[in-house]
């Protein structure tokens, strides 16, 4: 692996830097004149700053700029193109919220998600963003791995499954409201993992990205990030989290089965049935018009942690 020294100028260090520069100089109006600055510094004021260990980025990935990460989303509760989330999602009343976790654990619990915020260390963790769309991005997540959560409530031997439960409230969520505008969709979203999954190191509850708390349309205030999954199973603005004893049905396989499996590891070599799977377009820091291509990897490049989950697994069948 690539180690890190003091003459590696990270794509990180430049965007902390270059901020840093800006807010000296009092010219944050002046930000827009930076490409892939502009969006951010107009939206992030809504956000708070989070207290968390920082990453070293290891893999020296080079980040998606903050304002695509908050600007093109999937959130299909506020609609289906890209840009509809931003727009749409301040709607989304995200304090005081509460998180119950519940099914088989020995100590059900409900927690206010602010208080477990200061409760839990905080870390950030720069990840690969794989949507099933042939779209990634890289993203500076900040949160606490789920393990730690599931921990609190004591999973008894009868939980081999883990279901996570997004918002259910249409006044808010235009989407849940109007079949068409939610694209069809079956309400509350609805995901789930196995247990071992779902104790996995890399299995995060994020709570932040990009310094700050998360922006509604990313799925404040708390939302799964699984990095060697598509993006669809990375359930966002989450009050529900069962552990159970059978496989839960989820929303994108309730809608397409043939299309979307439970599973839904990254993996290059089996295509969804409509397109490709062995490359992606990356949304980096060029214009729609520049976006570069590259191979996608095994398991979106977490293979060496989270191949051996599968060893005994038919991944064409268990897709
Ligand atoms: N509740 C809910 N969670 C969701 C979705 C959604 O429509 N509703 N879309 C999923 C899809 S398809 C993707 S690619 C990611 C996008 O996350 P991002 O907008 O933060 O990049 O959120 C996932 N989580
Ligand atoms: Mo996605």
């Not at 031997?157 to 068409?180: C, I, R, W």
């Not at 979203?189 to 299995?203: D, K």
Request: charged content about 20%; some cysteine.
């Amino acid at each position: 692996m690539h180690k890190l020294n003091e003459n590696d100028v990270t794509p990180e260090h430049i965007f902390f830097e270059r901020r840093k520069i800006i807010q000296s100089m009092g010219l944050m109006g002046a930000a827009s004149l930076l490409p892939g600055f502009a969006l951010a510094t107009e939206k992030q004021d809504s956000r708070q700053a989070l207290d968390f260990v920082k990453d070293h980025n290891p893999q020296s990935l080079l980040l998606t700029p903050e304002n695509k990460v908050i600007g093109y989303n999937n959130f299909y509760e506020f609609g289906v193109d890209k840009a509809s989330p931003a727009k749409y999602a301040s709607a989304l009343k995200t304090e005081p919220w509460t998180l119950r976790v519940e099914g088989e654990v020995e100590k059900p619990m409900t927690f206010d998600v602010h208080q477990l915020m200061q409760q839990l260390p905080l870390e950030e963790r720069i990840y690969r963003f794989r949507c099933v769309e042939a779209w990634s991005m890289v993203i500076p997540w900040i949160g606490f791995e789920l393990n730690k959560l599931l921990a609190l409530v004591q999973p008894t031997n009868q939980a081999n499954y883990v279901e996570f439960e997004t918002l259910y409230d249409p006044d808010s969520m235009p989407g849940q409201k109007n079949h068409f505008f939610g694209g069809g969709l079956i309400y509350p979203y609805v995901e789930g993992l196995t247990m071992a999954e779902a104790m996995h190191p890399l299995t995060l509850l994020s709570v932040g990205l990009y310094g700050k708390t998360l922006a509604p349309q990313n799925g404040a205030p708390i939302r799964l990030v699984v990095p060697w999954k598509y993006g669809f199973k990375n359930i966002k603005s989450i009050v529900k989290i069962t552990l159970k004893s059978a496989q839960p049905m989820t929303t994108w396989h309730q809608a397409a089965p043939q299309e979307y499996g439970f599973y839904a590891n990254v993996n290059p070599e089996v295509d969804h049935p409509r397109w490709s799977q062995a490359s992606e377009r990356v949304i980096g820091s060029g214009g729609l018009l520049s976006v570069k291509r590259q191979p996608t990897l095994m398991f979106n490049g977490y293979a060496e942690q989270v191949a051996h989950l599968y060893q005994d697994l038919d991944l064409r069948t268990y897709f």
